[in-house]
């Protein structure tokens, strides 16, 4: 018998021998040992948010300069080919290695903070996640920068994927990379799940769950749900395109259209998960500003979930004009009808909670407030596709490049600036400056109305998606020149973004634990939080335990600064998965270098695939079988094995 | 045509009508919606706000003021309505839009392909049938049925103002209708990303008085007439010997068919896929550079000498 697992947990305050112990336990090793074998969700979650931006930064470069190839008609700065690969790696950056990951990136800081734990559930995984999110960015700008970028959309409809009409490497860089992302989307999606379940704060019951995860857990769900699709799909593609299989090609017997069913049945649930994580940033971040709880918890968490369910039966809203009969067509569109209605839930509790708070503005409060108005914005002009003969018409026209648009940024950048202004604290110390964050909100409002507004027009006038030009006698010049000149100011607004970072990462005001009167856990603990994020493990009484002097509403008190001290190793407490009773202490494992070296393996794989070298295939798989047995091999630590008798 | 060709705004036959007052009526509520909600979040916003240069946030106290779960009933309530509304109206518009009607007066059959039209009139022998490319002649007042063949990779059939999108599936065949209900002449354009030169493909439809139509049908279906003048028989030598590996001009020799029939060349108002207006300057710059007007084009520069190329072009304005 082991007495170990009959230990109960030493309760306990806070002591300066304690915290110091707890230190040598967690702390990451300085230096390059400790950059590449880390799995503190801290650091993994602060690099996922300083990659996805580097992502955003180049992805907008990109729409820059398409926005100058469009700015007049029949303008020749970019060739078809180079335009094409433009347009695609744009999507590819912005909703695959931005959108997303951005997000994971927050909710990796943030989740074990909010949910009172020290670590995700799977630490190594995380940076197993981390990794070959890294390595499938680094794998596709490799092909873009040697002009094998994808080019046929991040949509990338076949037969035109195919080799007969797309020869070159291009679409082996983006079939592999992609099937290498859901690696990375997949184990951290499960990790994301697990770490709900599992590690919250004794007391922590599902109904006092921060909005934000509810937000990441729907779209983990989700996540498992859809990637095998995607990545199914262009494993089968890259299948027809080397190996002559023949389930897209036509002239075979294969089907075009189970491309786009693959697709979508991801694409779709795919935008409800890189936005729902981002409303509730908004659904926690608002309520601090506005002095109040948020208005109808329980429904906006019903309401997230209710999205996500509905979000898996709308993917035919892509493919209106497909040929589909117009029974099935029906039912498709009433479905992206009715899940307006979850959303408005969300949008008149944001309203409500503001009407009946007293909102302090400052520049977190801008950017979510404003997202809103976007959201509702991308919501209804997303009302008016889901209307099948209507989209008819304005389907692969600029107007569902303006909605993506109200929706990707509205929905997921501007929420994710203003959780940037809120946690900055947190994850820094420093505050952000105020004065330049004005300037940079409001550069990023108005430049992004002033190019994405007019767009709506542009596509009502009949300007088509994806295309390199344009003629000068349909009637867009000027429409497409406002559009341009709007993006740049927009940019100029994330240069300022980016300005205020740097300057305030160096001279910004310090940051006490709670700058913001906020009242959520994460707050808790000092900012930045220290390796073990916090001393003793929090009971939780209520959905706001900061807030419960003031609000008085409780007869229970969260407890934050006495509870389980848990320093006899690196641990933390495991609970059950609705009320968060603690069941047992979970041995948290120690820094390691198998995750990088498993990713490092898994990419070599893949890139011997996409060469088609066989023997650079054996080498990867050779080094991350290694890896994967490192990492697998019991440990007395782990409690994976008995210890030795005697 | 107006100042918006391919704008959907308003349109010019039965099919693209039906549909219409719906999108107005999206768009009307879509601009209403999102003002109310504006002016709603300003108020909520400006009427009891603190300026956070001045205020620190932490030091507002917290306090739970307000039956804000009202506020969510009555938006969802008043919501519904609209969407209601709009559901049901989508459900009526469908059945009227959708569906090839049975009483079409005429069947085309339309290849779309990398990156021009293919148009097929086909007829009840082989010898009233014939095919012409990016230019579609119809009558106007009846119902026109389009069978839409998937050529090498998927494209979309859009005719704005007399109807909306249907792709061109490769191994399967889609319907699609369209009526016009005046003459005139209406824009559509590929609308479904297909290659370099998705931007220029563009066609043209023609809708005309049932007489007329007949009058262009009979004149399509003539071969191309003998050559005349030295130049332009030496021009038809050309054209057989090198055009005709990939166009068909009837009545010659000249008799491929992976690119646009140029038997009545002459007849159409645009060449390259409606990118350029047919007259002899943009014939001899398409014919010896169409890799300058549309990079990545199928057709190959020609590098012609002057006289050649004026040999070629004296036939080619031959083929009325």
């Known amino acids: ?13 806070d002591s300066t021998a304690h915290e110091a112990r707890l230190k040598r336990l967690w702390e990451t090793s300085p230096g390059i040992k400790g950059f590449f074998t880390t799995v503190d969700h801290k650091e993994i979650g602060k690099r996922y948010i300083v990659t996805a931006f580097a992502f955003l930064a180049l992805g907008g470069i990109e729409a820059l300069v398409m926005r100058l190839q469009l700015a007049g008609p029949d303008l020749t700065l970019l060739t078809p080919e180079q335009y094409n690969e433009l347009f695609s790696m744009h999507g590819v950056s912005m909703i695959f290695l931005y959108a997303s990951p951005i997000l994971s990136g927050f909710s990796n800081y943030l989740w074990p903070l909010l949910l009172g734990s020290r670590d995700m559930a799977f630490p190594r995984l995380n940076a197993l996640s981390y990794w070959i999110y890294l390595a499938s960015g680094l794998f596709l700008y490799a092909g873009f920068f040697t002009g094998n970028g994808p080019n046929d959309g991040w949509f990338n409809y076949v037969p035109y994927a195919l080799r007969d009409f797309n020869p070159g490497m291009n679409q082996d860089f983006y079939a592999l990379g992609i099937v290498l992302l859901g690696i990375s989307t997949t184990v951290g999606a499960a990790n ?5 379940f599992r590690t919250r704060a004794p007391g922590m019951s599902l ?13 983990s769900v989700a996540n498992l749900l859809v990637i095998p699709s995607v990545s199914l799909a262009f494993f089968l593609l890259w299948l027809d395109r080397q190996f002559a299989t023949q389930f897209f090609d036509p002239n075979a017997g294969g089907q075009p259209l189970l491309w786009q069913h693959l697709f979508w049945i991801f694409g779709h649930p795919w935008v409800y998960a890189i936005v729902l994580p981002a409303m509730g940033m908004v659904s926690d971040g608002l309520p601090v500003f506005c002095r109040r709880p948020l208005v109808g918890y329980s429904l906006v968490a019903l309401s997230t979930v209710a999205t996500m369910l509905l979000g898996f039966g709308v993917w035919v809203h892509h493919m209106f004009a497909t040929g589909l009969p117009s029974l099935g067509l029906s039912f498709f569109s009433g479905a992206s009808i009715a899940i307006v209605v979850p959303s408005a839930v969300a949008v008149f509790a944001w309203l409500a909670t ?5 909102p302090v503005i400052t520049t977190a409060f801008l950017f979510f407030s404003s997202m809103i108005l976007l959201f509702v914005i991308g919501g209804v002009s997303g009302f008016m596709t889901a209307s099948v003969p209507v989209d008819w018409q304005l389907t692969d026209t600029y107007f569902v490049v303006a909605h993506i648009h109200y929706v990707l940024i509205g929905i997921n950048v501007f929420p994710v600036l203003g959780a940037t202004y809120f946690w900055f604290p947190k994850m820094t110390g420093r505050m952000l400056d105020e004065r330049l964050g004005r300037w940079n909100f409001w550069l990023t409002f108005i430049g992004f109305n002033l190019a994405f507004l007019p767009m709506h027009l542009t596509g009502l006038f009949g300007m088509p998606r994806r295309v390199y030009t344009y003629a000068p006698d349909m009637g867009w010049d000027t429409l497409n020149l406002i559009t341009t000149i709007g993006s740049f100011v927009l940019g100029l607004g994330i240069l300022l973004f980016i300005v205020n970072v740097m300057k305030s990462l160096r001279t910004g005001e310090r940051a006490g634990a709670n700058p913001w009167g906020a009242s959520t856990l994460e707050w808790a603990t000092s900012s930045p939080p220290p390796p073990f994020n916090f001393a003793v493990i929090p009971t939780v009484a209520s959905r706001h335990p900061l807030w419960e002097d003031q609000l008085g509403e409780e007869s229970a008190k969260s407890s934050i600064d006495r509870g389980m001290l848990l320093a006899s190793g690196k641990e933390t407490i495991g609970t059950s998965p609705l009320d968060a009773a603690p069941d047992m202490i979970l041995e948290m494992p120690e820094d390691s270098i198998t995750p990088f070296l498993l990713a490092l393996g898994t990419t070599i794989l893949f890139v011997g695939m996409l060469l088609k070298t066989w023997g650079v295939v054996a080498a990867g798989g050779a080094l991350a079988t ?13 409690r994976e094995r008995e210890p030795a008798h005697g | 045509m107006n100042a918006f060709p391919l704008g959907y705004l308003d349109a010019a036959g039965r099919r693209a009508a039906t549909v219409l007052p719906l999108t107005w009526a999206v768009i009307v509520i879509s601009v209403l919606v999102s003002l109310v909600i504006a002016i709603v979040l300003w108020r909520a916003v400006t009427r009891g706000r603190l300026n956070g240069g001045a205020v620190e946030t932490r030091s507002v106290p917290i306090t739970r003021t307000g039956n804000g779960i009202r506020w969510i009933g009555i938006g969802l309530v008043i919501s519904a309505v609209p969407l209601l509304v709009t559901l049901v109206w989508t459900m009526i518009t469908l059945a009227h839009a959708s569906g090839p009607p049975q009483d079409s007066a005429l069947t085309l059959d339309v290849t779309p392909r990398q990156w021009w039209w293919e148009v097929r009139y086909p007829g009840n022998s082989p010898d009233e049938a014939f095919a012409t490319a990016n230019e579609i002649h119809i009558p106007t007042g009846v119902p026109v049925l389009v069978r839409l063949h998937g050529g090498d990779v998927i494209h979309s059939f859009w005719v704005p103002k007399l109807t909306g999108k249907t792709d061109a599936i490769p191994g399967q065949t889609n319907l699609s209708w369209m009526q016009a209900d005046a003459p005139g002449r209406y824009r559509g354009q590929c609308t479904e990303f297909c290659g370099f030169q998705h931007a220029r493909m563009g066609f043209e439809v023609v809708a005309q008085p049932r007489d007329e139509f007949d009058r262009w049908r009979a004149q399509q279906l003539k071969g191309a007439s003998p050559a005349q003048s030295e130049g332009a028989q030496r021009g038809l030598q050309l054209v057989e010997y090198r055009c005709g590996l990939c166009h068909q001009v009837r009545g010659t ?14 007849s159409r108002r645009t060449i390259a896929a409606g990118t350029l207006l047919n007259n002899s300057g943009n014939l001899a710059g398409w014919i010896q550079d169409p890799q300058g007007v549309k990079p990545g084009s199928l057709m190959p520069n020609q590098y012609l000498s002057a006289r050649e190329l004026n040999d070629v072009l004296a036939y080619l304005e031959t083929l009325q």
């Open chain 1, 626 to 638: 290694l890896a994967l047995i490192a990492w697998l091999w019991p440990r007395q630590a782990l």
């Open chain 1, 1 to 13: 018998m082991r007495t170990a697992d009959f230990r109960t947990p030493e309760i306990g305050l």
């Open chain 2, 253 to 266: 020799s000249a008799g491929a068919r992976s690119a646009p029939d140029l038997t009545h060349l002459m």
């Open chain 1, 192 to 196: 994301f799940i697990v770490t709900v």
């Open chain 1, 354 to 358: 503001i009407w009946l708070g007293r």
């Open chain 1, 207 to 219: 109904n006092r769950l921060p909005i934000m995860v509810w937000g990441t857990l729907t779209a």
